[in-house]
C-alpha cells in the first residue's frame, strides 16, 4: 500500500507559507490615516530615525510594508516615511490636491461655500454622494467637497 502522508504534510506546509504572505501583502498597499492629532513621520522604522514631517489627523496614507511596529508609507505627493502603527487607524479619510478648495453645504455647486481650504488639507469622510464626500475636519469643521479635489 502506498503512503501519501508525505504529500499531505507537503500540501500543509504549502499552504501555511501561502497563508503567512497572503497575511503581510494584506497590509501592503492598505489605505489607513493617521488617528493622532499629530504625528511625527520619520526617515525609518524607529525613533532613533530623523523626523522627516509631522501630519494631521486623518491624513490617509497607503502602507507599503510592515516592520515591526512600524510601517513604511507613502502618500498623496508620492514620498515615502515610516510611522508607528499606534498612530495610524482603519478610517476612511481624503486630501485635498489643489488649492483654494471650495467645501460646500451640500453636494452640488449650487450650495453655499461653507469654507475654503488649501492643498494638504486632509479629512474624515462621513458619507458620499454621488462624486461629492460629505468631510469633517479634526478641528470640527464639516461640508462637502468634490471628488476631483481630494485624493
Same mark, same amino acid.
Request: hydrophobic share 35%; net charge positive.
Given at each position: 500500500m502506498k503512503s $501519501? =502522508? /508525505?504529500? %499531505? $504534510? @507537503?500540501?500543509l506546509g504549502?499552504?501555511?507559507?501561502? *497563508? !503567512?504572505?497572503s497575511s503581510v501583502y494584506a497590509i501592503a498597499n492598505e489605505r489607513r490615516c493617521i488617528s493622532e492629532p499629530i504625528a511625527n513621520v520619520? &526617515?525609518?522604522?524607529?525613533?532613533d530615525y530623523?523626523?522627516?514631517? #509631522?501630519? +494631521? #489627523?486623518? /491624513?490617509?496614507?497607503?502602507? !507599503? @510594508?510592515?516592520?515591526?511596529?512600524w510601517?513604511? *508609507? +507613502?502618500? *498623496? +505627493? %508620492?514620498? @515615502?516615511?515610516?510611522?508607528h502603527k499606534s498612530l495610524v487607524g482603519e478610517e476612511n &479619510?481624503?486630501?485635498?490636491?489643489?488649492?483654494?478648495?471650495?467645501? =460646500? &453645504?451640500?453636494?452640488?455647486?449650487?450650495? #453655499?461655500?461653507?469654507f @475654503?481650504?488649501?492643498?494638504?488639507v486632509p479629512f474624515k469622510v462621513l458619507g458620499k454622494k454621488d462624486s461629492w464626500y460629505k468631510v469633517k475636519h479634526a478641528d470640527g469643521d464639516q461640508g462637502w467637497i468634490h471628488k476631483t479635489l481630494v485624493w
Open positions: $501519501y =502522508r /508525505h504529500i %499531505k $504534510y @507537503k500540501t504549502v499552504l501555511i507559507v501561502l *497563508f !503567512l504572505l520619520r &526617515s525609518g522604522p524607529g525613533t530623523d523626523i522627516k514631517w #509631522k501630519v +494631521e #489627523k486623518y /491624513h490617509p496614507i497607503i502602507i !507599503l @510594508k510592515k516592520q515591526g511596529d510601517y513604511q *508609507f +507613502e502618500d *498623496f +505627493e %508620492k514620498d @515615502k516615511a515610516w510611522v &479619510s481624503v486630501i485635498t490636491i489643489k488649492n483654494d478648495c471650495n467645501v =460646500r &453645504s451640500g453636494p452640488g455647486t449650487n450650495n #453655499k461655500i461653507v @475654503k481650504v488649501a492643498r494638504g
